[in-house]
């Protein structure tokens, strides 16, 4: 990920973009989500869940029959959102590229790992070669690979683009 963002004066009474470091430790804290795919027809489908910012990208993982998996199907364009409620306070992260399947029994073991250590048990995931829980409620693991993240500073009010 590129470390020096680009501020647009067009949005912003910042006078400087929003440092990466910044933006990444918000990722990394966050605790909720929202996913955005794109079904089929190409109605938006939003919802909260968990998830990892680790190694410059966001992991996720959904049941194979859940809209998110089904419109991943289709399209693996999506958006990740954070933030607060406050218009004048905090950052807003939003992050913007394509969702690919994470396999391999070593890679999905540190990425358990990873839930387990962010979560706590609530999040705690065996895995094989191809997914979280196989012998449960099978969930497939996804790796958004980012194009472009968006930061906007709220105090002062600032927005800053990171591209790849």
């Known amino acids: 990920m590129t470390i020096t963002g680009v501020l647009d004066s067009r949005f912003s009474s910042a006078t400087e973009p929003t440092a990466w470091p910044e933006v990444e430790a918000a990722l990394a804290g966050a605790t909720l989500y929202r996913l955005t795919t794109v079904r089929a027809d190409g109605r938006p489908h939003v919802t909260p869940l968990v998830g990892l910012w ?94 472009k993240v968006l930061a906007f500073a709220k105090s002062p009010h600032g927005q800053t683009t990171f591209r790849r």
């Open 54 to 147: 680790v190694d410059d990208g966001f992991v996720f993982c959904t049941g194979p029959d859940e809209q998110k998996a089904r419109n991943l199907a289709h399209g693996a364009h999506v958006a990740v959102t954070i933030g607060s409620e406050a218009w004048d306070a905090g950052l807003d992260v939003v992050v913007e590229g394509a969702a690919v399947r994470a396999t391999g029994g070593e890679e999905l073991r540190r990425l358990a790992d990873a839930y387990r250590e962010k979560y706590g048990t609530a999040w705690d995931f065996e895995s094989d070669d191809e997914a979280f829980d196989p012998h449960g409620q099978r969930a497939l693991v996804y790796r958004v690979v980012v194009d």
